[in-house]
C-alpha cells in the first residue's frame, strides 16, 4: 500500500513542472498568436511584441495566463518578430526572449480578363436578324471568390491550450487519492 503511495506520488511530483510556465506563440505572414499559461497569478509578469524593432504589443502585464492574436502590418519583405517575456516569480529563470521570421504572403496570381467582345465570324456577310427575340433571357455562370490572401491554409497541429489544464488535474487527482490513501493509513495505525 506505501508502495502505492509512493508510486502515486512520485508519478504526481515527477509530472508538476511540465504543467508550469507553458509559453506558445506562433507566427505565420499575417500574424503572430501568443499564449501563455500557468504563469503566477500575482506578480507582474510582462510580455512585449516588436516586428522590426517597431512595438506591435506594447509591454502589457499579465497575471496567471495571457492569449492574443496580433495582426503584423503588411511588408513586401520578411520581418523579424521578437517576443519577450519576463517572468516576475523568483530569478526570472521562466523569461523568454525569443525572434522567428515573418515571411511575406503569397498574393494569388492575378486571372487574366476574359474578352468581353465575340471572337468575329467566319461569314463576310451581315447577320440578319431574328423575326422573334428570343422568350428566355441568357443566364451566366455566378462569379467564383478568389481566396484571400490574408487566410493562408494552415495544418491542425492537435495541439490545444487545454493541455496544462488537463495535465493539471490529473496530478492534482493523484495527489488527492494519494493524500486520502495515507490519512485512512494513518488512521487505522492510531486505532490499532
Known sequence: MAAAVVGLTGGAISAGPAAAHTPTWAVTCSEVTVDLTNYTAGVPNTVTVTVDGKDLLP????????????????????????????????????????TETAEVCEKPSPTPPTPTQPAPSETTGTPEPSATPSEKPSESAPAVPA???????????????????????????????GGIMWSVRKRRTAQN
Open 147 to 177: 481566396p484571400s490572401p490574408s487566410s493562408p491554409n494552415l495544418a491542425e497541429t492537435g495541439s490545444s491550450s487545454s493541455t496544462p489544464v488537463i495535465g493539471g488535474a490529473a496530478v492534482a487527482v493523484l495527489l488527492a487519492g
Open 59 to 98: 509591454t502589457e502585464t499579465f497575471g496567471r495566463e495571457f492569449h492574443k492574436k496580433l495582426t503584423l502590418p503588411e511588408h513586401d519583405e520578411p520581418v523579424t518578430v521578437r517576443l519577450v517575456v519576463k517572468d516576475a516569480e523568483g530569478d526570472g529563470k521562466y523569461s523568454i526572449d525569443k
